[in-house]
């Protein structure tokens, strides 16, 4: 079993910053990418950023130069710093890893996801 436990949404004023942390748990034998997509009220989920197990990043255009993607790999922990945000950054943010378990079996997991609410 592999868990993803998310924190650190919440409620900011546009123009502020939010920093989430997604942990994976469980029977892990090696992580590959993790990720953060976000899922707006009434639109589809989409990508934020991805990071590699080297540290290899990508981001949506619309984040770029605001959001920053880093992860510790001791920890099998990744972040999303967010800044300067925007009332357009509120969504439900998910955090995504590809997993290989300790029977080597390779899978996407998802967090449960944690609201970011950017008021104007």
């Known amino acids: 079993q592999v868990q993803l436990v998310e924190s650190g949404g919440g409620l900011v004023q546009a123009g502020g910053s939010l920093r989430l942390s997604c942990a994976a748990s469980g029977s892990i034998f090696s992580i590959n990418a993790m990720g953060w997509y976000r899922q707006a009220p009434g639109k589809q989920r989409e990508l934020v950023a991805t990071i590699t197990s080297g540290g290899s990043t990508n981001y949506a255009d619309s984040v770029k130069g605001r959001f920053t993607i880093s992860r510790d790999n001791a920890k099998n922990t990744v972040y999303l710093q967010m800044s300067s945000l925007k009332p357009e950054d509120t969504a439900v943010y998910y955090c995504?890893?590809?997993?290989?378990?300790?029977?080597?079996?390779?899978?996407?997991?998802w967090g449960q996801g944690t609201q970011v609410t950017v008021s104007s």
């Open positions: 995504n890893a590809n997993i290989i378990t300790r029977v080597l079996r390779t899978s996407d997991y």
